[in-house]
């Protein structure tokens, strides 16, 4: 079965910066676009950003434009979020998800396979 593992949550200071992981494996070679969502305490999950497998064609929240980087590394099944300047509002839960198809969608609906999640806390 698909099975999607996140690393690289902690505690950061505004402005510092955070690296997530996501590792597939399983059942995901109908998984042809990689995302990354986020939820805060109360909040609704949100969309961050996606990529296809190949090419990498990407997709970004306008909150991260300019502070965040979705990449892939097809040998090694992972995808990275490379957080820069990172602000309080971005403490929450990062979910990575997988679906099927070409298009890096925001839709969180149209995701068929989660991760368990990785927390981010930023300090002001």
């Known amino acids: 079965q698909a099975q999607l593992v996140e690393s690289g949550g902690g505690l950061v200071q505004a402005g510092g910066s955070l690296r997530l992981s996501c590792a597939a494996s399983g059942r995901t070679f109908d998984s042809d676009v990689m995302g990354w969502f986020r939820q805060a305490p109360g909040k609704e999950r949100e969309f961050v950003a996606a990529i296809n497998w190949s090419p990498a064609r990407t997709n970004y929240a306008d909150s991260v434009k300019g502070r965040f980087t979705i990449s892939r590394d097809i040998a090694k099944n992972t995808v990275y979020l490379q957080m820069n300047n990172l602000k309080p509002e971005d403490t929450a839960v990062y979910y990575c998800?997988?679906?099927?198809?070409?298009?890096?969608?925001?839709?969180?609906?149209?995701?068929?396979?989660w991760g368990q999640g990785t927390q981010v806390t930023v300090s002001s």
């Open positions: 998800a997988a679906r099927g198809g070409s298009a890096p969608t925001s839709n969180l609906r149209l995701y068929d396979y």
